[in-house]
Every structure is written in C-alpha cells, then in structure tokens.
C-alpha cells in the first residue's frame, strides 16, 4: 500500500467556483478522482484548506499558514510514500504585497522541512504549480492585482528551485481555471489533475 499527502489551498480542498463555502462533491474532486485512477493499492490523503499561503500571512484559522500547519499534517500523515505540495495562489492577494522571490523562499521551508521530517523514511517530494489566476471577473481582478504576471513569474521561479533541489516538478498549466472566478479549477480541469498527478506517481513508482 502506497500513501500519497496532498498538502494545498482551496484547489486541494475542492472549492466550486464562483462560490465563497461551495465545495464540489467528494466524487468530483480531483484528489478523489486521483484515488479511483491508482486503484486499492494506493491510499491518497487530501489536505487541502482554502486560503492557505506558501508564507506565514494569516494565522486565523490556524490552516490557513503554510508553515504553521506543515509539520502537523506529516505527523498525522506518516509515514507516506508522496508528499505533495501545490500552493502559491492565495500568496498573490493584492492585499500581502508579496513578489514572486519573497514567495519562492517561502517554499524552500516546505523541501528543508520535508527532508528533516522523513530523514531515514522512504519517501519524495513533488511541487505542482499553482494554477495561475487569470482577471475574468473585475472584482476578483482587483483583490489579486497583477496576480497573473506575478504566479506566472512564480511558476518560472519555482521550476528552477526544483531543478536545483534535485525535487519532482509538476507542470499543471493545462488546466485552467474557471471563469466563473478565475481562480478555481472546473470539473473538466479536474480531470486534467488528477490525470497528470497519476500518470506523475506511476511513471515514479
């Protein structure tokens, strides 16, 4: 049996978009589908909350800080084969005033604290980019101003992090956001996921 960690933001957890509490059926998800797709010999353990950040930016509810939550969801988790990490989406809310850079150096907390944390357990990181927002809606555009530019930037950056740590990376731009929000990812997009984590974790098993 093989177990795989999915530590993420709104877009883990399942958000409808469009919705500020919708969250699409347990059968909908993409962490679901990608359950059904690897079969009984696999065990996929979603932990997915929304707002959740790469950086310490808010702290109420707990989960919603990247750092703060990290190490309690391994320890509850362990031992797991995969861990992965999807998050950065939420870091470009116009509000924190974060750069792509600030942010990419919050995310080499995750890889030193994984390292620490399965030093003597068999197991790997993968980093999947965050979706990348795109300014559908005019007042979504405005709570993450120039988000677009900065995530894809981020994206760029967080590629060659991973190269340099010797990390799994997981390119998951084919699947776009809806534009009911453009910022959560539709039924089809989904699909996409969960087709790109499996075929990911089977071509690494």
Known sequence: MRKVVIFGDSNTFGRIPGTSDGRYPYEMR?????????????????????????????SDPADKDGPGSFLPVLERNAPFDYLLIMLGSNDFKTRFHVTPEMTLEGMRYYIDSWRQFTDGMKSELIILS??????????????????????????????????KENVPFLDTSSAKVDRADGIHLSPESQKIIAILVRDLLLHHD
């Open 30 to 58: 993409w962490t679901t589908l990608l359950q059904n797709m690897l079969g009984d010999d696999w065990t996929v353990s979603p932990e997915g909350f929304p707002g959740r950040t790469i950086l310490s930016l808010e």
């Open 130 to 163: 965050p979706p990348v927002f795109q300014p559908y809606i005019p007042e979504k555009a405005a709570y993450f101003e120039n988000a677009t530019e900065k995530m894809t930037r981020f994206n760029t950056l967080l590629r060659e992090l991973t190269e």
